[in-house]
């Protein structure tokens, strides 16, 4: 492990507190998956909290598919623990699969029946399943109820992966990129959809590659590198726990270099072009003097702007590492 | 009991499905019709006769029983296993694995579904042969009969169901399957009697059950008495069948790497 991660994984040892197991819907530690010599999960540890949306993220190939489908019981871990709803999912169990929906990736449905006739035959698999028609209406395809599935959009398709998937009304639900070739407006709803789910009290676990659907839906996110763990909490705290600095950025005022400002400011500047760049921790000191000074010297700072990392910038940072230090 | 239900309600959504496939409708329902019609319309004239290991027929029944014995062929071996291979490939037996529902459920609902679409051959297919061929059939024959279309639903089935074991992806399965069905077709007495045959590709012929099913069909509409050795034959097949799929039936798509 290089030096530059050690903070990170600090801070994921510091948030993966043993949880009672009436409060973890998932518990995983220390997992390993290897298929033959390459190793897919490299030692994973981590929670999901009942009623939590906690998202799995990383690039392709870091093992997020591997990691969902051993807790949806597909795939048997070569070692380690793992607990679903308290139950190990390496020995899939009827009563089990009862309480949980799965939205895998790339699995298609009977393309002849129609999205009602669909809904209808899974939620007959299920003991208390939700209303066909409120399923449907969730899902989102209360206009296209009586189309054959093979007639659909690809995004409408995936609203009924998502359809049979809820069907059920299962108390934790698996979603393998459920909004992957949606367009912006499908996705939106879909994450309103997903945000009903916690309404519920429903727990879910999601993999994506989109930052943005991360940040707006997840309470926590993993994030996975080559099969390792490499960060775990809220955004705030995966922020907190990185060397991404909040970035106060402006014009440089005319007849003023770097070193002018930085005596000002009290923080280093960097200079790119027409621009200033102060990277700081806490961005209020600095804004304090720095726009203090202005305001006192009569000088306008043109395209003042405080930049907090978004978590594509995190997750870029993180998944940079690797590529840096090998 | 709620596992009959499952049972129903998965073989009730499977022949709707089916009765929505072009394709299947086409190569399980409508081709051994028109093959009948033809056949009966081109090769046969009034008073043709055929043997079959010392039973002598009237070409008319004889094609009736061909096609019979083909229409059990085509649903319960070629379109069983090409759907098994087109829902295992493109994901639906996985999603259906990760539900509650028990996978035995869905193998028992497949297997009804042919015997639903094969009961329907068997009487369109003995009432064109009654009415426009005269084809007579007696009430022991209608026994025997009976007995053939199960036995044989059930060797094909497994052979479908264990075929798809050997089979990797919807590409090959749709260029071996036709393939096979058309060679055992030829060897088997659907399209030439087996009185025709050389010897040497009559006994190859007779490891593989449609030859017995053929055979047993044609004998039994021509009113012979029953040929316990074919019964037998079809039995074995829909039992090493069922050994084969239990043991070696995959559910995840397999043209995908894992």
Known sequence: MSSASTPVKAQLNGATPDIPDELAAIAVRDLHKAYGPAEALRGVSFDVRRGEIFALLGPNGAGKTTMIEILEGYRRRTSGEARVLGADPGRPARRWRERIGLVLQECELDPNLTVRETVRLFSSFYPAPRLVEETIELAGLADVGDARVGRLSGGQRRRVDVAVGIAGDPELIFLDEPTTGFDPTARRAAWSMIDGLRGLGRTVLLTTHYMDEAQRLADRIGILRDGELVAIGSVEEIGAGLRNDALIRFRLPEGFAGHHIADEAGAPVEVEGELAIIRVADPQPVLYRLTSWAVHEGIHLSGLEVIRPTLEEMFLELTAEEVEHE | ?258
């Open chain 2, 1 to 258: 009991m709620s596992e009959l239900r499952l049972v129903l309600t998965q073989t009730g959504y499977q022949l709707v499905s089916v009765a929505r496939n072009r394709r299947a409708v086409v190569f399980s329902l409508v081709f051994p019709i028109v093959l009948l019609v033809m056949f009966n319309s081109v090769f046969v004239k009034g008073t043709d006769t055929v043997d079959l290991n010392g039973v002598t027929v009237d070409a008319h029944t004889y094609f009736t029983g061909s096609m019979l014995a083909y229409a059990i062929l085509l649903a319960g071996f070629n379109s069983l296993a090409i759907s098994l291979v087109m829902q295992r490939e493109s994901g639906q037996l996985k999603r259906l694995r990760g539900t509650p529902v028990p996978s035995w459920t869905f193998m028992v609902a497949t297997v009804l579904r042919c015997v639903v679409t094969v009961g329907l051959m068997t009487l369109v297919l003995l009432a064109i042969g009654h009415f426009a061929y005269d084809v007579q059939i007696s009430g022991s024959a209608a026994g025997d009969l009976l007995l053939y279309v199960v036995l044989g639903i059930a060797a094909m089935c497994s052979a479908g169901i264990a075929a798809t074991a050997l089979i990797g992806d919807v590409d090959s399965a749709s260029a071996a399957l036709p393939l096979i069905a058309v060679v055992l077709s030829l060897i088997s007495g659907i399209f030439v009697s087996v009185d025709q045959l050389p010897t040497w590709l009559a006994d190859v012929a007779r490891v593989f059950p449609v030859y017995h099913l053929t055979t047993g069909v044609q004998a039994a509409l021509g009113g012979a008495s029953l040929d316990a050795g074919n019964a037998a034959v079809l039995a074995l097949w829909g039992l090493g069948g069922i050994a084969v799929a239990a043991r070696r039936f995959r559910w995840e798509p397999q043209g995908v790497p894992a």
